[in-house]
């Protein structure tokens, strides 16, 4: 659970998702574009996740739903097909900028094992190419910018970390070596 003042959590709770309304609601009707009228059932909005949740999630006993939640677009099929082709090769970035703590927070509120399984073997497989990078002694002004400018920014603060690892081993090696 992230703090209440987590600014990547507030981030997150930003990221718009897909909502169709089940009922039909007065004076919503701007949330559609419309002049303030109400809000029919089966109008598709996009609503931050934090309200999207809670409109979701709260219900009368023996009522549906004010809303049901869609799958949002950095986690759609298309998406999914494209990390299990090469993972390496997606701008996670251009999706969603917290993309990681963004699925988390989606998977939260649907089943979706084999998503749970693609997400897993992407961070993997990009992990392992972000420790590479880390480890290279030019960093991101390698040619490798391209790939670096893609990573979500759980991905920036991993590769942070492992840069600033193998600098600090490389600086005790160097003072190792003089003793």
């Given at each position: 659970?992230?703090?209440?003042?987590?600014?990547?959590?507030?981030?997150?709770?930003?990221?718009?998702?897909?909502c169709?309304?089940?009922?039909?609601?007065?004076?919503?009707?701007?949330?559609?574009?419309?002049?303030?009228?109400?809000m029919?059932?089966?109008?598709?909005?996009?609503?931050?996740?934090?309200?999207?949740?809670?409109?979701?999630?709260?219900?009368?006993?023996?009522?549906?739903?004010?809303?049901?939640?869609?799958?949002?677009?950095?986690?759609?099929?298309?998406?999914?097909?494209?990390?299990?082709?090469?993972?390496?090769?997606?701008?996670?970035?251009?999706?969603?900028?917290?993309?990681?703590?963004?699925?988390?927070?989606?998977?939260?509120?649907?089943?979706?094992?084999?998503?749970?399984?693609?997400?897993?073997?992407?961070?993997?497989?990009?992990a392992?190419?972000?420790?590479?990078?880390?480890?290279?002694?030019?960093?991101?002004?390698?040619?490798?910018?391209?790939?670096?400018?893609?990573?979500?920014?759980?991905?920036?603060?991993?590769?942070?970390?492992?840069?600033?690892?193998?600098?600090?081993?490389?600086?005790?090696?160097?003072?190792?070596?003089?003793?």
């Open positions: 659970m992230s703090s209440y003042y987590d600014i990547d959590a507030i981030l997150t709770d930003a990221q718009k998702v897909p169709t309304f089940e009922l039909t609601v007065p004076h919503l009707g701007y949330m559609d574009g419309s002049s303030g009228g109400e029919k059932s089966g109008t598709k909005v996009e609503l931050p996740l934090w309200l999207g949740e809670m409109l979701a999630v709260s219900q009368r006993l023996g009522t549906s739903p004010l809303v049901t939640l869609d799958i949002p677009e950095p986690l759609s099929a298309r998406v999914m097909n494209a990390l299990k082709a090469d993972p390496r090769t997606v701008d996670l970035r251009a999706l969603a900028p917290h993309f990681y703590s963004f699925a988390i927070r989606i998977l939260e509120l649907f089943e979706e094992e084999e998503m749970v399984e693609v997400l897993s073997e992407t961070f993997q497989k990009r392992a190419e972000i420790a590479d990078h880390a480890h290279n002694p030019r960093g991101a002004m390698s040619d490798s910018a391209e790939f670096l400018r893609g990573l979500d920014e759980t991905e920036r603060a991993l590769f942070r970390s492992a840069h600033d690892g193998a600098k600090a081993m490389r600086s005790w090696l160097i003072e190792m070596s003089k003793k």
